[in-house]
């Protein structure tokens, strides 16, 4: 999967002086006028053809400063609940958000997320998708296709089923509705689950050190053995570009290169907004993606 990469850039704007009420006074602020304007252009020419650094942009409005992404040692992150638990059956082909709800990602309230899936014995495409408790999670099936969707409610979990026309039971699982945690605090849920699984191959991220927040990428694939050191950079609340429903942070990293082994060069973290999981790009695609328990995404 390719990854474009994109520089933020911040609107440089100017001062309009006002002028006064004689003409010397005009005289003069006309002259400081021309010389701020000479002083603008100058500093423009000095940057033109200049790249900047991801760490040298401005911080505009819509970007979170990593100082003010800390870890404290209060845990004022949304509480953790006695999960549901069931069989958990899939007698068919699952498709769009279907995929990650069933290794146990958690969902938004409030939020839609599209599912599809298709029965590969009996399926007439004439069943029925249901939730054990529309008070956490909904569920509306779109008549004669494949196509549901699951809504959050309130946090909570909720067992998902679905039934052909004849009452045989195709899919069941558990939704895991859990409130969005602040951009300002999801490095402390980082954090404190301190190891992240790959579900692709053998990754794993460990968060070792806090303020700004540091981990370790270890692992191989078919390409290389690695072992990334890399810090927490300044965020942005952005979407990963494929397609996904799920709501993420992203997080430029940067890479320490003299406690490093890899060939690659490391570029954005995506994190869920209920940080449990962990979107991970290098120059050329994406790395893997991890979970905050282990999936076996293979098996």
Same mark, same amino acid.
């Given at each position: 999967?390719?990854?474009?990469?994109?520089?933020?850039?911040?609107?440089?704007?100017?001062?309009?002086?006002?002028?006064?009420?004689?003409?010397?006074?005009?005289?003069?602020?006309?002259?400081?006028?021309?010389?701020?304007?000479?002083?603008?252009?100058?500093?423009?020419?000095?940057?033109?053809?200049?790249?900047?650094?991801?760490?040298?942009?401005?911080?505009?409005?819509?970007?979170?400063?990593?100082?003010?992404?800390?870890?404290?040692?209060?845990?004022?992150?949304?509480?953790e609940f006695v999960k549901k638990t069931c069989q958990q059956i899939s007698n068919g082909s699952s498709g769009g958000s279907l995929i990650e709800l069933m290794t146990g990602t958690y969902i938004?309230?409030?939020?839609?997320?599209?599912?599809?899936?298709?029965?590969?014995?009996?399926?007439?495409?004439?069943?029925? &998708?249901?939730?054990?408790?529309?008070?956490?999670?909904?569920?509306?099936?779109?008549? /004669?296709?494949?196509?549901?969707?699951?809504?959050?409610?309130?946090?909570g979990d909720a067992i998902i089923q679905a039934y052909t026309d004849e009452n045989e039971l195709v899919l069941q699982f558990v939704v895991h509705v859990r409130e969005r945690i602040p951009m300002?605090?999801?490095?402390?849920?980082?954090?404190?689950?301190?190891?992240?699984?790959?579900?692709?191959? /053998?990754?794993?991220?460990?968060?070792?050190?806090?303020?700004?927040?540091?981990?370790?990428?270890?692992?191989?694939?078919?390409?290389?053995?690695?072992?990334? &050191?890399?810090?927490? /950079?300044?965020?942005?609340?952005?979407?990963?570009?494929?397609?996904?429903?799920?709501?993420?942070?992203?997080?430029?990293?940067?890479?320490?290169?003299?406690?490093?082994?890899?060939?690659?060069?490391?570029?954005?973290?995506?994190?869920?907004?209920?940080?449990?999981?962990?979107?991970?790009?290098?120059?050329?695609?994406?790395?893997?993606?991890?979970?905050?328990?282990?999936?076996?995404?293979?098996?």
């Amino acid at each position: 999967m390719k990854k474009s990469l994109k520089i933020l850039t911040t609107v440089l704007g100017c001062t309009l002086l006002l002028a006064g009420c004689n003409e010397p006074a005009e005289n003069e602020n006309n002259q400081q006028q021309e010389q701020q304007n000479n002083t603008n252009n100058n500093q423009t020419n000095n940057d033109e053809g200049k790249t900047p650094s991801i760490f040298d942009v401005d911080v505009g409005d819509d970007i979170t400063n990593i100082k003010d992404i800390t870890i404290d040692d209060d845990k004022d992150i949304p509480p953790e609940f006695v999960k549901k638990t069931c069989q958990q059956i899939s007698n068919g082909s699952s498709g769009g958000s279907l995929i990650e709800l069933m290794t146990g990602t958690y969902i938004e309230p409030t939020y839609t997320y599209n599912c599809s899936f298709s029965h590969d014995k009996t399926f007439t495409r004439e069943y029925t &998708v249901k939730s054990d408790d529309r008070t956490v999670a909904q569920v509306s099936h779109e008549e /004669g296709t494949s196509s549901f969707t699951i809504k959050g409610i309130t946090p909570g979990d909720a067992i998902i089923q679905a039934y052909t026309d004849e009452n045989e039971l195709v899919l069941q699982f558990v939704v895991h509705v859990r409130e969005r945690i602040p951009m300002n605090k999801i490095a402390q849920r980082l954090y404190n689950v301190d190891v992240f699984y790959g579900m692709f191959y /053998g990754y794993k991220i460990s968060f070792t050190e806090k303020n700004p927040l540091k981990g370790t990428l270890v692992g191989n694939d078919d390409f290389e053995s690695t072992k990334a &050191v890399f810090t927490l /950079g300044d965020g942005v609340e952005e979407k990963i570009p494929n397609g996904t429903d799920f709501n993420t942070y992203k997080f430029k990293i940067k890479l320490d290169t003299d406690n490093s082994v890899t060939t690659r060069s490391y570029t954005d973290m995506y994190v869920s907004t209920t940080g449990d999981l962990i979107y991970m790009y290098y120059s050329n695609g994406i790395v893997d993606i991890f979970a905050d328990h282990f999936v076996n995404i293979r098996a």
